[in-house]
Nanobody, 115 residues
Framework: QVQLVESGGGLVQPGGSLRLSCLAS????????MAWYRQAPGQERELVAF????????NYTDSVKDRFTISRDNAKSTVYLQMNSLKPEDTAVYYC????????WGQGTHVTVSS
């Protein structure tokens, strides 16, 4: 059974940091590029970052470049998103999924950036 479980969200002040985790199961994790997405209230889900199966290549949407870092541990079937210098506009529900051929979405993890 394919499953994605996100965790690590919370309430943080502007300028703060959070590290999100996503545990994947039910498919050969290392064979797939993985991505983080986010959906802010009233907006469409957007791609934030992705990492190749080997972890050697990454890509970011412009609004998070130099602030967020995506990484993965294939031995743990887990993908991470380190978020630094958080801004109120980063407030959203964050989801992970396969970058190509996405599977069923998990419940996401809520990130709120507010003073």
């Amino acid at each position: 059974q394919v499953q994605l479980v996100e965790s690590g969200g919370g309430l943080v002040q502007p300028g703060g940091s959070l590290r999100l985790s996503c545990l994947a199961s039910g498919f050969p994790f290392s064979h797939y590029a993985m991505a983080w997405y986010r959906q802010a209230p009233g907006q469409e889900r957007e791609l934030v970052a992705f990492v190749t199966g080997t972890g050697l290549s990454t890509n970011y949407t412009d609004s998070v470049k130099d602030r967020f870092t995506i990484s993965r541990d294939n031995a743990k079937s887990t993908v991470y998103l380190q978020m630094n210098s958080l801004k109120p506009e980063d407030t959203a529900v964050y989801y992970c999924n396969r970058h190509y051929r996405p599977v069923s979405w998990g419940q996401g993890t809520h990130v709120t950036v507010s003073s």
